[in-house]
């Protein structure tokens, strides 16, 4: 079944405490991002990757660090988490043709104390 | 900078009803426009893609129209369900690849369909 895994689906941690959420695409996909969602904010775009060894920041890549080290895993990372990143956090792939959909996985519910 | 808005905020129909959502967008130098369905705990669900050259897109009892100049789509769901129950967000793309990638998303719309 073609999906975007990932993993935890929740987390709750202090501040400060490294944490990497994962993400796993099995669909050959080239493009990859990370989206997260606040009440009142909808979703806002964190970072995306064209292709392996290709990132660039999003409209709020801020205290978020990406690799793509390998084409179907997009791991985000947050080196010193602060509680103003509690937040759902969504994963997504795309074929990056102009007719074919953004596919989201289950997100992950973060909570930094 | 492109905003979509999407009205009402909530809606709530009873079974049966056809009904209609709306979304709006600033910038009509859009790729593309997408519905998507998402459930409590779940993520987000395709559920339409309009490209910029259409019109209207239909997948079973949803139809989704394109009126880029006027910057407006509409989603039109027919014979409303309880299980149709979701939030419903619709998202623009600013073009292709790179961060033109990136889909911008409006606030939804939380749909209940009371049995």
């Known amino acids: 079944e073609a999906q975007v895994t990932q993993n935890p689906r929740y987390l709750i941690t202090v501040t400060g405490k490294k944490l990497t959420v994962t993400c796993s695409q099995n669909m050959n996909h080239e493009y990859m991002s990370w989206y997260r969602q606040d009440p009142g904010l909808g979703l806002r775009q964190i970072y995306y990757?064209?292709?392996?060894?290709?990132?660039d920041k999003g409209d709020v890549p801020e205290g978020y660090k990406v690799s793509r080290k390998e084409k179907r895993n997009f791991p985000l990372i947050l080196e010193s988490p602060s509680p103003n990143q509690t937040s759902l956090y969504f994963c997504?792939?795309?074929?990056?043709?102009?007719?074919?959909?953004?596919?989201f996985g289950n997100g992950t519910r973060l909570t930094v104390t | 900078k492109q905003e979509v808005t999407q009205i009402p905020a909530a809606l709530s129909v009873p079974e049966g009803e056809n009904l209609v959502l709306n979304c709006s967008f600033t910038d009509s130098a859009i790729y593309n426009l997408q519905w998507f369905r998402q459930d409590p705990g779940k993520g987000l669900t395709s559920l339409l893609l309009i490209q910029s050259s259409q019109r209207e897109q239909t997948s079973g009892r949803l139809n989704a129209s394109l009126d880029k100049s006027s910057g407006r789509s509409t989603l039109y769901i027919a014979a409303s369900q309880p299980g149709d129950s979701a939030t419903y967000l619709c998202a623009v793309r600013r073009g292709y690849g790179g961060s033109q990638g990136n889909l911008i998303f409006g606030k939804g719309t939380k749909l209940s369909v009371k049995p």
């Open positions: 990757s064209m292709n392996v060894e290709v990132t």
């Open positions: 997504a792939s795309w074929t990056g043709l102009n007719n074919s959909p953004l596919h």
